[in-house]
């Protein structure tokens, strides 16, 4: 068994590190949630202003009446454009939670201190931004063309964040594998 152990060290080490910050990230942001699940339920803060660059966005790309308000039961916000619902923003499109997967990956591959910590959080911004980006054009899709809602929405965009998220991790492991070797 100890033979094993000693043989499969990095892999275990990798297991550990990535279970043990998934872990941790997540829990310390659903305590952030939970902050927020009260009587008069609202969308945590995150939400809220992914919602607000969202419709911030689709006003600078030339759509002047756009609204962004909460929905009426409190848990999400709208977006819409000329009193037309495009997308309702929910706590699981704040990026959040696959800023914490990615973190967790990237940290289980730690490297240098400084580049891994600046790795983070460039990693980070883009994910928040390509997000973004990802509602905006959804938006603009449903409103553009909104016989394509449903596959735009249940396959282009979820390959859009994944993608890029795996893309970082590509990038990430090749950066951590060129100093392993140094």
Not at 3 to 20: A, C, D, N
Not at 113 to 134: C, D, E, M
Not at 160 to 180: D, K, N, Q
Request: contains cysteine; glycine residues 6%; charged residues 10%.
């Amino acid at each position: 068994m100890l033979s094993l152990i000693k043989k499969y060290r990095l892999v275990l080490r990798f297991i550990f590190i990535f279970l043990g910050s998934y872990f941790l990230f997540s829990s310390l942001y659903n305590s952030y949630l939970i902050l927020y699940d009260n009587e008069n339920p609202v969308p945590d803060p995150l939400t809220q202003l992914v919602a607000r660059q969202s419709g911030t966005l689709m006003q600078g790309l030339g759509y002047a009446d756009v609204e962004v308000v909460m929905h009426y039961t409190g848990l999400s916000m709208k977006l819409m454009v000329d009193d037309y619902f495009l997308a309702g923003i929910v706590e699981g499109c704040n990026s959040a939670s696959i800023i914490i997967l990615f973190a967790s990956f990237v940290l289980a591959f730690f490297g240098k201190p400084v580049s891994t910590l600046l790795y983070l959080f460039a990693g980070s911004a883009i994910i928040y931004t390509i997000n973004i980006l990802r509602i905006v054009i959804l938006s603009v899709s449903i409103y553009e063309y909104p016989q394509y809602s449903g596959l735009m929405h249940s396959i282009f965009f979820p390959l859009a964040i994944y993608g890029t998220v795996f893309m970082l991790w590509l990038i990430w492991v090749r950066i951590y594998s060129r100093w392993r070797k140094q």
